[in-house]
């Protein structure tokens, strides 16, 4: 039984916000920024401090992984140390790598180990196991590695890493991140140009923080639209301090939470704001939200502000399937916000939140309308009627094991007429660890 799955369900009935909310809070370090922080610094040589890392489950779970092959990772105060071993200078894992319900964790993780000469096997929670891995592990077979899988190419797996990797070409099917960054880091320590083409950009953390680590990382438009990002290997990572801004997909279910529920007005301190992550704010703008940035600035290589999020009224949006990558965490929380909104709403080219931490399309269909809104699906599409106000509630959600539907369903509650039933609020932990207190300090009342 992986880790995650021994934390035991935590259910709980969420009613209507008691008063506006209102305050000044910073959200916990990017998930997706914590995780490369960790993986980088122990590929890299030398010594990195780490300000503001996400101490929840999922980056755990990369800690941990990061330390089996054979980095020294410590928390020192409030920051975190590690000690890196090298590119190529890995230990070989002397147990399973339990990556429990982070997709990000076990996927990149297939990259670093595909091009290092050892046999490592690794596993996840009940989500996690169920997951496709075959995005990664086709393409990483290119460098040489061997993946045997479970059918389906589902976790657990073993990889046998290739003694001499050879560079990866790929063109990416579909929009992941998480694909291009396996390449990426399992070109470091092939020799020669890693390629990899990008048909629609995707958050760039890991070839913004490559070239923080010293690693010249090429980016090239290409015809017709998208970008080839390269890398040559075998490359050197040189330690490099590391501050991770607040994570703008955390962020969003306080921001979603003050915009419905009425009279709210919060800040939101250091929120980052990568362009490639910034898709929600824009559709919340078409609705009308009232969203302020202020002391916009650069801090450890990424853009952040403030954000000061005021509560009104919001009208449906249609948003474009290109903008997906930019926000694809954030549909649930969204499809809430539309829920209050006046008018229908189209949430466009989703069929990537099939294969999330849930069925994540289903699953927020099924939120909403437990919570007596109507909703349909038109092929990849999510379609919400607004209710111009609070949503009836009254319901219960099932929330699989995913950290960002317990958290939309929270949301919910806060602003629907009758309390909202969720069945776990356990996997909140994975990336938003403190979310009821710090909901509660703004007013909330959950749980009260
Ligand atoms: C992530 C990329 C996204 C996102 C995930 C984090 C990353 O996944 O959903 O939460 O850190 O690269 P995909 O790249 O598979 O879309």
């Known amino acids: 039984m992986s880790r995650t799955e021994q934390i035991k369900p935590a259910p709980l009935d969420v009613h209507a916000s008691p008063r506006p909310l209102s305050g000044d809070i910073a959200v916990p370090g990017d998930k997706s920024i914590s995780h490369r ?22 980056v755990l779970r990369t800690a941990d992984a990061m330390r089996a092959l054979g980095a020294d990772i410590r928390r020192e105060g409030r920051d975190w140390v590690v000690d890196g071993r090298g590119i190529g200078s890995l230990d070989e894992p002397a147990d399973v790598l339990d990556m429990g319900n982070s997709g990000t964790a076990a996927r990149l993780l297939c990259g670093i180990l595909a091009s290092h000469d050892m046999t490592a096997v690794m596993t996840g929670d009940g989500s ?38 050879r560079p990866i070409s790929y063109r990416l099917p579909v929009a992941s991140a998480q ?51 390269s890398v040559q290997g075998p490359a050197r990572l040189a330690a490099r301090d590391v501050i991770v801004p607040g994570d703008p997909s955390s962020a969003a279910f306080p921001i ?27 559709t919340l703008r078409e609705m009308g939200a009232d969203l302020r ?3 916009e600035r650069v801090e450890g290589g990424e853009p952040v502000g403030d954000l000061r999020v005021t509560a009104g009224t919001l009208t449906a949006v249609d948003v474009p399937p290109e903008r997906a990558p930019s926000m694809i965490d954030e549909y649930p929380v969204l499809a809430v916000v539309c829920a209050a909104a006046n008018g229908r709403s189209r949430l466009r080219g989703l069929a990537e939140l099939r294969v999330k931490e849930s069925d994540r399309l289903s699953a927020t269909a099924a939120l909403l309308e437990a ?21 009836p509630g009254g319901g219960s959600v099932a929330t699989h094991m995913d950290h960002r539907l317990a958290m939309s369903a929270v949301v919910m509650g806060l602003a629907a007429r009758q309390p909202v039933h969720v069945d776990d609020l356990g996997f909140v932990d994975t990336s938003f660890p403190g979310f009821v207190r710090l909901m509660n300090g703004l007013g909330a009342g959950i749980g009260a």
């Open 37 to 58: 922080a960790l993986m980088f610094a122990g590929l890299a040589q030398g010594t990195t401090r780490i300000v503001g890392l996400l101490e929840g489950e999922d």
């Open 179 to 229: 694909v291009k960054s396996a390449l990426l880091l399992a070109g470091l320590n092939a020799s020669g140009l890693t390629r990899i083409e990008e048909p629609v950009a995707t958050r760039d953390h890991t070839e913004n923080m490559l070239r923080h680590f010293g690693v010249p990382v090429d980016v090239t438009p290409l015809e017709g639209g998208g970008c080839a990002i």
């Open 293 to 295: 940035l202020e002391n």
């Open 371 to 391: 919570n007596g809104v109507s909703v349909t699906i038109e092929g990849d599409d999510l379609l919400v009627s607004g209710c111009g106000g609070p949503p």
């Open 128 to 165: 996690l196991r169920k997951r496709p891995m075959r995005r990664v592990t086709g393409p990483l077979a290119e460098c040489g590695a061997t993946f045997l899988t479970r059918s389906g190419d589902r976790l657990p797996l073993a990889v046998r890493g290739a003694a001499q990797a």
């Open 256 to 282: 979603a939470a003050a915009l419905l529920v009425p009279g709210s007005s919060i800040l939101l301190r250091g929120v980052g704001l990568n362009p490639l992550r910034t898709g929600l704010l824009q």
